[in-house]
């Protein structure tokens, strides 16, 4: 664990909390508004912007619920921090999916409060490991309230062979205690009670400055629980132990809202097919549909959404150390996925994509 100080401006008052990645952080003074629960999501689509320079991305492709504005920094070569105003509470869950038509990976370093502000740090590489400008998009949301099926966890002790996460990083809309064990290198199964079904969605994205990847493996009902296996790699192909942050739906968005959409594409080869209907989703009760391109590239159109907005996120599927991001999307084309093998070349692979608007 590495710890740092964050000191918010203007503070009269202030109290240390432990944050994800053991980050110490200084939550506001009683001076200042609360910060809120919520959500936002953002495009960084200005991978080269000017350093320590902060730019807004495009309207349509940035949301926080409280009303406020996002911004995103470039900091250094392929490190970026996402700036959510009016969030800056402890807690939540961040994924990350580069964007574009290259093999690029992207993970989230680490999250916190800067004051009523929330700050996800983002990080780039090339499949060989080296720090690279990359388009990305971003997805947070810290919740509340039972009711649903929606949980997410911060799996945050990679060697430890059973743990319940920090609960300030976990959620389950059942209100029970979400867990994890660990069954070999790179090996993990997350154990989330009261919600279970042979159905639902799930993102998976690797936490911290490394060189890796994670992704869901599979999931399946267990008694009332849902468990979810998730495997974690080098950038070579190895097996590796890893943080990661997770997200389990069904019937809703990744951040609890709508519209939204998912499917798992559970046929690589298949020209065109309309996804398993427990494992497909669509706000408006418009089946979803899937096509394939050419070799490792996919189009996923979620009839009804709209796709001139809105955020994506990507996760592989499976037991190999394969990998998929999102390329574009438009209301012409869908969501377009590419998914390539660890050395950086496009494969025909399994993946969940998710669309939030």
Request: aromatic share 12%; hydrophobic share 35%; charged share 10%.
């Amino acid at each position: 664990m590495h710890f740092r100080k964050w000191r918010a401006r203007g503070l009269a008052i202030t109290t240390t909390l432990v944050l994800a990645g053991g980050v110490a952080a200084l939550t506001p003074s009683t001076a200042q508004a609360a910060p809120s629960l919520g959500r936002a999501f953002v495009w960084a689509h200005s991978p080269n912007a000017a350093l320590n320079t902060p730019y807004t991305p495009s309207a349509a492709y940035s949301r926080n619920s409280t009303g406020a504005t996002n911004t995103v920094v470039r900091t250094g070569t392929g490190q970026y921090t996402v700036r959510m105003p009016n969030l800056g509470r402890v807690g939540g869950v961040v994924h990350v999916t580069a964007y574009g038509a290259n093999a690029n990976s992207c993970s989230v370093y680490y999250w916190a409060p800067v004051g009523d502000r929330l700050d996800a740090h983002v990080r780039c590489l090339t499949p060989t490991g080296l720090r690279v400008n990359t388009p990305f998009t971003a997805s947070f949301v810290n919740t509340a309230g039972l009711g649903g099926r929606f949980a997410y966890v911060w799996a945050n002790q990679p060697t430890t062979a059973a743990y319940t996460p920090s609960t300030s990083y976990q959620f389950n809309s059942a209100g029970a205690t979400n867990t994890i064990t660990r069954s070999g290198v790179g090996r993990y199964t997350v154990r989330i009670p009261s919600i279970g079904s042979a159905a639902g969605h799930v993102q998976v994205t690797a936490y911290g400055d490394v060189r890796a990847r994670c992704k869901v493996v599979n999931w399946y009902l267990s008694g009332t629980a849902q468990l979810i296996n998730v495997r974690c790699f080098t950038l070579g192909g190895a097996l590796q132990d890893n943080r990661y942050t997770l997200t389990y739906v069904r019937g809703t968005g990744i951040q609890r809202t709508t519209p939204a959409a998912y499917a798992w594409a559970n046929q690589p080869a298949t020209a065109a097919y309309n996804p398993a209907a427990s494992y497909s989703y669509n706000s408006t009760g418009v089946e979803n549909r899937i096509s394939r391109v050419g070799v490792g590239t996919y189009r996923f159109w979620p009839s009804g959404m709209p796709l001139g907005n809105g955020n994506v996120q990507v996760s592989a599927y499976g037991a190999d150390s394969k990998h998929c991001k999102v390329d574009y999307w438009t209301p012409r084309t869908g969501v377009q996925v590419r998914c390539y093998t660890a050395a950086g070349a496009l494969s025909d692979a399994y993946y969940d994509v998710a669309f939030q608007r």
